[in-house]
């Protein structure tokens, strides 16, 4: 094999044909190199060579690349069905990758992975830290991804984690065919208000004359247009027609608002979401129009990129040879970007704007490249209410786990929000869009972009061209321009232009990339801003085990007018159990100020397998003339990695860094994901209790790392950074962190969780030290059944920050909830108890608020014609403000009892009280009513209000002033409908 021969100990036997005239040798556990294996069978006849047999056998490396298989994957998006993408997994020989072998994938939002969802459903309060889950490598290379069943077409995003880089595969998710279905009500009141409403006027309740009416006509509709065409369409008219004036995009609800819990499994999803009254969408394959809420998906080049939500009109497709995105948008929105470091704790996180558009944000975890910016290492999206939480209110992020300031490399990581804010009151018009054309066998691709932003006082212009050329299998390259024009901010422009080039023996980079400061719509990143970067990197292998890489760029800091020159070269050997490099750097800083600082230096380090849970390593980079550049001095890295189990490996590192000018220290010990191999993946959707997991989760879940046992998990993590200054390094890039120290700062987290097959809790404690600020953080959740039908839930989240001027704050919301609904019982009853804190001292505005609210609802069936409705609401409020105490006592009760006197006519009676407990005051409502249903699904109901009051919070959705008043209500679907058409048009 390969040149030499094969060691007799893998030989098993020979059998022989009778009399000896054929044999058959067989050999058995002989080890493969990953690569092509060159076997050779040499026959001789008394001792001369009389021929050869020779046989080549690939034994596929680790992937590197994934490709969609469209014939083995089911792309519908029809809200019932699985989707499955179909990933052949490929090697860098261009050969399947191996079976068994096991990676890690990620899906962006707004699509989720089924493996997640379940794992969430088996247990409601503890899931994986890491966001990417694992994939299993079959026959012929083929992996497959199962997404949840959606309803929303368009572009699916999964991301793949190689030893490269990360790899996108998209793909586009088609509409199914189906039937028409149909889903609406109007309804409508009117009354006469015979009181002034008690204690609050009908003025300031928005009734200016006695009488008052209200109505409302919504509904839904989908279905397919001569079988080809997909039409959804809703409408709602308590929404605006004109102008949206609500302050939420995309409907979701957010869990923490309402009950915890609701006794049920029910997900909510949503297809027709439009901030406006109507939404329209048609459809056909990859091509889609509507008038709604919408992303607006400019994501596949980087300079021209344009990513926002928006309400309006949109259009996409996705051709063989041709692609549009287009977009348009009357809107008082302004697109905000902030770049937040992460502090080594789960926040509280501020964003820099407080007026945000609910469900307009986009989270993503960015881990860059310490020396080089522009070079995204890892890139994960976060899904809202699993990943992270967001009090849009007061602009604060919560994560479900720490998010470290840099990796175990010492890389930073960022956290990015994208999102909307209220810019004005005035609308105007953004719009623009990308289309693309392929050439040459798909080989050649160009596009181009225009942006229009129609702020006031600030309206700009993008435009943009990008193409792709594939030259062949191993090489290509990709060129962006892109100019803008902002008023009162002037033009801008910005280029790329890259050529790529992967084969078994070279890989590398030649690039060029330059960024004016007065360029961009805010879309692009902050440290890429003013910058030009030119320069190659690349990587020959002479075999498996030795290789060489060289680096060597150029960057400009066009703001300052700096200039960095860097140029690197090392040897590096790799065996099993090791692997050694070695090598030189040349790292020169020319200042604006015209300083220079140099480092020259030496790079050695190496990687020792002790076994197979323990590794060590170690990196040095000493300087040997020169060590001033801020970014190189002389670096010392320790490094240990012990595998707890297949999926998490405990990590710790430390690094030392002396300079001329600042010396420094960081630490990082945590637990983090790690692939793992063998062992087969399966999941499922049996439901493991009576309650939805992925809600339970949003309220009160928290992520652990390291799975002990089966009923024990754990997660910790230390973040360190400490810098000696004298007098400080002189910085090559402000928008940059510095490779090493920055702030100093301790960060400290522990989490656990237990898990019984009713039950399940986890909590977490965080702490974090630094010269500006201490921070202390407290989490807990824990969700059960008592039994089967009754659910309890408690969540908190407490948090306490004392600043060096002496000032502090502290919050915290400790949260039950209980959800009564066994599968046979005249009872349902629905819980929900809050303790607020919000105190601040020092801080120029003292205050001290608290706050207890409760809210019960009750529903009592003793019988199938008599249903009772119980509500009963609470709050209790004190708040110290500069010393003066305001406190108070309100509750609301209220009972409902209807009556079916036959199929068609029922009775009702209704009462309620508002009593405010400081101030003595009460605001009683009773009430009676007759109801008849004159024809299937329409119902007319008559009544009068002996007392009553208008409150806009109790009573919006109902009539509750004194006096008489009339209710209809209808609903309809597509049965009635076509019953109704057939009576009116006499068929």
């Not at 990676?103 to 830290?129: C, I, K, N, T, W």
């Not at 008082?332 to 509280?348: H, P």
């Not at 910058?531 to 800091?557: C, I, P």
């Not at 690094?655 to 220290?665: C, K, N, V």
Request: charged letters at 25%.
């Amino acid at each position: 094999m390969n040149g030499e021969e094969v060691d007799p100990i893998s030989f098993d036997n020979t059998i022989k044909s009778q009399g000896d005239k054929v044999a058959v040798s067989t050999w058995s556990g002989i080890g493969l190199f990953e690569g092509d294996n060159f076997f050779e069978t040499v026959e001789y006849d008394n001792g001369v060579e009389s021929g050869r047999i020779k046989h080549t056998v690939h034994y596929s490396r680790p992937p590197v690349k994934a490709e969609l298989v469209m014939v083995q994957s089911n792309l519908i998006a029809d809200g019932k069905n699985t989707p499955v993408l179909a990933i052949r997994l490929i090697d860098k020989d261009g050969h399947p990758a191996r079976e068994g072998i096991i990676g890690e994938y990620a899906v962006d939002p707004p699509h989720l992975p089924f493996e997640r969802m379940a794992e969430l459903q088996d247990d409601s309060v503890s899931a994986s830290r890491s966001e990417k889950l694992k994939y299993l490598v079959g026959e012929d290379g083929m992996a497959f991804i199962k997404l949840m069943p959606t309803a929303q077409t368009g572009e699916a995003v999964v991301r793949f984690s190689f030893m490269n880089g990360d790899q996108e595969v998209r793909t586009w998710l088609t509409p199914g065919n189906r039937e028409w279905v149909l889903v609406g009500l109007a309804e409508g009141s009117a009354g006469y208000n015979t009181a002034s409403g008690n204690m609050e006027s009908l003025g300031d309740s928005g009734v200016d004359d006695n009488y008052y009416k209200d109505g409302r006509l919504a509904f839904f509709a989908k279905g397919m247009i001569k079988g080809k065409w997909l039409l959804t369409m809703a409408y709602d008219s308590d929404k605006n027609w004109g102008t949206r004036q609500n302050d939420s995009l995309h409907q979701i609800i957010n869990p923490n608002k309402y009950y915890t819990l609701y006794g049920d499994a029910t997900q909510q999803g949503y297809e027709a979401a439009s901030a406006r009254s109507l939404y329209v969408k048609l459809e056909r394959d990859k091509f889609y129009a509507l008038f709604g809420d919408f992303e607006t998906g400019l994501k596949v080049t980087e300079l021209s990129r344009y990513s926002r939500n928006l309400n309006g009109f949109k259009s996409e497709m996705k051709g063989e040879r041709f692609d549009f995105n287009l977009f348009a948008s009357d809107t008082n929105q302004a697109f905000v970007k902030d770049e937040i470091r992460g502090d080594g704790t789960s926040g509280l996180y501020r964003l820099s704007r407080k007026n945000i558009v609910m469900n307009s944000e986009s989270i993503t975890i960015e881990t860059r490249d310490r020396f080089r910016s522009e070079v995204i290492i890892s890139s994960q999206k976060l899904s809202r209410y699993l990943d992270y939480s967001i009090e849009y209110d007061t602009g604060s992020i919560f994560f479900k786990s720490p998010v470290f300031s840099r990796d175990e490399n010492f890389n930073p990581i960022y956290i990015v929000v994208d999102y909307e804010s209220f810019d004005t009151t005035d609308m105007s018009y953004n719009y623009g869009g990308r289309g693309a054309v392929r050439f040459m066998d798909n080989r050649l691709e160009i596009g181009a972009t225009h942006i229009y932003e129609g702020s006031a006082g600030g309206a700009g212009k993008l435009g943009g061209i990008d193409a792709t050329l594939k030259i062949n299998d191993r090489t290509s390259i990709k060129t962006e321009l892109a100019v803008t024009d902002i008023d009162l901010q002037g033009s801008g422009r910005a280029y790329i232009t890259e050529l790529s080039h992967r084969s078994e023996k070279l890989e590398g980079k030649v690039y060029v990339r330059e960024q004016d400061s007065e360029f961009g719509l805010g879309q692009q990143r902050g440290s890429e801003t003013g910058t030009r970067k030119l320069g190659f990197d690349g990587t020959y292998h002479f075999n498996q085990e030795l290789s060489v890489k060289s680096d060597a760029y150029r960057q400009y800091n066009l703001a300052v007018d700096a200039v960095r020159d860097l140029a690197e070269a090392r040897v590096e050997y790799a065996e099993k159990k090791y692997d050694l490099h070695g090598g030189l750097r040349h790292a020169e800083d020319t200042l604006g100020n015209g300083d220079t600082n140099i480092s020259e230096q030496i790079t050695a380090g190496g990687r020792l397998l002790i076994d197979d849970s323990l590794t060590l390593r170690l990196d040095h980079d000493q300087s040997v003339q020169g060590n001033t550049n801020s970014d190189f001095p002389t670096r010392t890295t320790l490094g240990a990695d012990y595998k707890l189990n297949d999926t998490a490996t405990l990590f710790v590192a430390q690094e030392f860094t002396q300079g001329e000018y600042e010396d420094s220290e960081s630490t990082r010990i945590g637990v983090r994901a790690s692939p793992w191999t063998g062992g087969q993946i399966s999941s499922s959707m049996e439901q493991q209790s009576g309650e939805n997991g992925a809600r339970v989760f949003a309220v009160a879940g928290l992520k652990q790392a390291y799975k002990i046992t089966e009923k024990w998990s754990a997660d910790a993590g230390m973040d360190r950074s400490s810098t000696l200054k004298h007098p400080g390094n002189a910085q090559f890039n402000s928008n940059v962190p510095p490779a090493s120290g920055g702030e100093d700062f301790t960060a400290l987290s522990l989490g656990t969780a237990y898990k019984e097959e009713k039950w399940s809790w986890t909590g977490r404690v965080e702490t974090r030290d630094s010269d500006n600020e201490d921070r202390l953080g407290v989490f807990s959740g824990v969700y059960g059944e008592l039994k089967e039908g009754i659910g309890l839930a408690a969540a908190l989240q407490a948090f306490r920050t004392g600043y060096a001027t002496g000032a502090e704050k502290e919050s915290g919301d400790l949260r039950f909830g209980l959800a009564y609904r066994p599968r046979e019982t005249r009872w349902i009853i629905l819980d929900r108890l809050d303790f607020l804190i919000d105190k601040q001292n020092g801080a120029g505005f003292d205050f001290d608020n608290r706050r207890i609210i409760n809210n019960l609802n009750a529903n009592y069936k003793p019988e199938y014609k008599t249903q009772i409705s119980l509500q009963y609401g609470s709050k209790y409020v004190q708040e110290v403000i500069d010393g003066n105490d305001y406190r108070g006592y309100t509750d609301l009760a209220g009972l409902e009892g209807r009556y079916d006197l036959t199929k068609d006519w029922d009775i009702g009676i209704r009462g309620n009280v508002l009593h405010s407990w400081s101030t003595d005051q009460y605001k009683y409502g009773l009430g009676a009513s007759v109801g008849f249903s004159f024809v299937k699904n329409v119902w007319l109901s008559v009544g009068y209000n002996f007392m009553g009051f208008r409150d806009r919070d109790f009573s919006r959705a109902d009539f509750t002033s004194a006096g008489p008043f009339v209710k209809f209500r209808m609903k309809f679907d597509q049965g009635s409908t076509r019953d109704a058409v057939k009576w009116f048009t006499g068929q």
